[in-house]
């Protein structure tokens, strides 16, 4: 196929240009004070949003070579979204500011290979500064702080502060529709496996790759499922009357699982299947833990039971099933009372005769997994855009909590850059080789802060950073009122995992986009962009509004 090629200074303009067009649509929505985005398509209408990675997926240009530059940067949303669960916007903004200053320097003749190799000694540093400044969540007001300022909703920061509070930090939280306008939580109980999703195309939510499921069926066996005719029997029933199946097998064949997929996407039967958790040895007493859980048996030769003679009833149900790439969420199981307890107890005594410290820990964290609790937060809203905002909110700001939770907390309002800037520029003066390296890296820390006063509508922000230049470590700008306050007694706190990812993700993609010489794309490329604004537009109205 024949290719169009730009080369050289005229390559990297395209791509920056491609760059520049989605950061400063994104970065307008940072901070407090941020504006949102209105994103609209002729089929599901208009919905508003400043969350980045949201904005990142809708955004197509039409002109190819700078598409490709749009790609890149999404890459650097859509990475630190994954891998922190927020700081999207941030991580755009550091991007676009490393990219726009390099090619300055590109263009008066540095080396773009030592440019890169500068940058990276300097994001290294700032990485370990960050990770030095780091401090551990001390108190139960932090956990609702980190979740306002994620969610922008103070009242989103309590309801998720209270979840974790009554169910503990390792807290299993879903998100569910209310029928009303009001957000509410309930306490419910649940049970958490190690294990996920044996395929992606098992998934309804493209957006978290999770398969939700609502009243499902589980189908527990520790057999090895080798041809569809072990399982056809019972999956025939569960289809006559509408149900959805989350499948627990040892192991289960490819063709099967091919099969099971086609069964799926043809819209004949939603169904999950999940590999057996633990190893071989342990593997048939968390598969029994699993099947108190739901009400279920395990269907194993051992029982008497074969997967050909599998019945309805001797499935499991749960009112609630989530199931991500490596863990499974089982929520209000229907358990008998009674042999609930009896499995509580026995597993119990069985601590107290264990011989081993081993044992007695593999033993607890059973018990533990029996006595799980889980948080439902009801989602209330006025419209269905509401609805949806709302949603991306809140899962947003329990991914920023979780990550707080386990790494730390930083102060907030871009002050954990801005004190990285400052020490990086104690460093730049003895490493004179990595001087415009550094340079780049230091102003571009720098930007959240401004970028937020911008957004606040500061006029003298020049004037607003000397001022935070002087200032102490832990002061910094309440966007709100605009005065130097603490933050971390403000509440003003930010995960150090988001800072940290958001940075390391921006200057990679930085490095590509200034060594970059050349750029080839299909000639065919326009009509293939052309397919894909055509194929978002019949995703989102498949996916329509919740």
């Known amino acids: 196929m024949k290719k169009r090629i730009l080369s050289s200074d005229e390559a990297r303009a395209s791509l920056v240009n491609g760059v520049n067009q989605l950061a400063d649509t994104i970065k307008a929505t940072l901070g407090p004070k941020g504006r949102n985005v209105v994103i609209a398509n002729e089929y599901t209408g208009p919905y508003i949003t400043n969350d980045g990675a949201t904005i990142a997926r809708e955004f197509i240009l039409e002109e190819p070579f700078e598409n490709v ?13 994954d891998l922190a669960g927020d700081g999207t916007t941030t991580a755009v903004l550091l991007a676009q500011k490393m990219i726009n200053e390099g ?5 008066d003749g540095y080396n773009p290979m030592l440019l890169k190799n500068s940058i990276q000694k300097a994001v290294d540093l700032a990485v370990k500064h960050l990770f030095q400044s780091t401090q551990k969540i001390v108190i139960p007001l932090q956990v609702r702080d980190i979740a306002t300022i994620s969610s922008g909703e103070p009242a989103i920061g309590e309801i ?10 390792n807290a299993l939280i879903s998100i ?3 029928k009303s306008t009001a957000t509410k939580l309930e306490i419910v109980k649940g049970y958490k496996m190690d294990e996920g999703y044996v ?4 998934t309804n939510d493209q957006v978290k790759m999770c398969a939700n499921l609502k009243n499902p069926y589980v ?3 520790d057999e090895k499922i080798t041809a569809i005719e072990q399982i056809s029997n019972i999956l025939e029933k569960l ?3 509408n149900a959805d199946l989350v499948l627990i097998s040892d192991t289960i064949r490819e063709d099967v699982l091919s099969t099971l997929i086609l069964n799926k996407v043809q819209g004949i039967l939603n169904v999950v299947a999940i590999k057996a958790p633990s190893t071989h040895e342990h593997r048939k007493e968390i598969l029994e833990d699993i099947a108190v859980v739901t009400g279920g048996n395990v269907i194993c030769k051992e029982l008497g039971y074969t997967l050909e003679n599998v019945e309805i009833n001797d499935l499991g149900r749960a009112g609630q099933i989530s199931v991500e790439k490596e863990s499974t969420m089982i929520i209000e199981g229907f358990s008998n009372q009674a042999l609930f307890n009896q499995r509580y107890e026995q597993i119990q005594n069985l601590i107290h005769e264990s011989t081993t410290e081993f044992e007695k820990e593999r033993l607890e964290l059973r018990l533990a997994n029996l006595s799980e609790s889980a948080a439902i937060l009801k989602v209330g809203a006025m419209s269905e855009l509401e609805m949806k905002e709302k949603k991306m909110k809140i899962e947003d700001a329990l991914c920023a909590v979780r990550v707080a939770m386990k790494e730390g907390i930083l102060p907030g309002g871009g002050l954990a850059y801005f004190n990285t800037a400052k020490y990086l520029e104690s460093f730049s003066k003895e490493m004179i080789e990595d001087t415009v390296g550094f340079r780049i890296v230091i102003d571009s820390l720098k930007e959240p802060v401004k970028q ?3 957004n606040a509508g500061v006029e003298d922000v020049t004037e607003r950073l000397k001022k935070l230049e002087t200032a102490d470590a832990v002061s910094a700008y309440d966007i709100h009122s605009l005065t130097l306050v603490d933050m971390f007694e403000a509440g003003i706190i930010d995960p150090s995992t988001v800072e940290r990812v958001a940075l390391q993700s921006a200057s990679s993609i930085a490095s590509l986009i200034l060594t970059t010489e050349s750029i080839l794309v299909d000639t065919s490329m326009e009509s293939i962009i052309k397919k894909e604004l055509n194929d978002q537009v019949i995703q989102d109205s498949n996916a329509g509004l919740y």
């Open 239 to 241: 289809i006559e009357i």
């Open 69 to 81: 530059g749009v790609d890149l940067v999404k890459e650097v949303a859509l990475k630190t979204n």
């Open 452 to 454: 937020l006063l911008m």
């Open 176 to 178: 569910e529709e209310s």
């Open 160 to 169: 998720i502060a209270e979840a974790i509070e009554k169910i503990g930090d």
């Open 199 to 202: 395929s992606a195309y098992m």
């Open 103 to 107: 090619l300055k320097y590109i263009r």
């Open 219 to 221: 189908l527990i066996t």
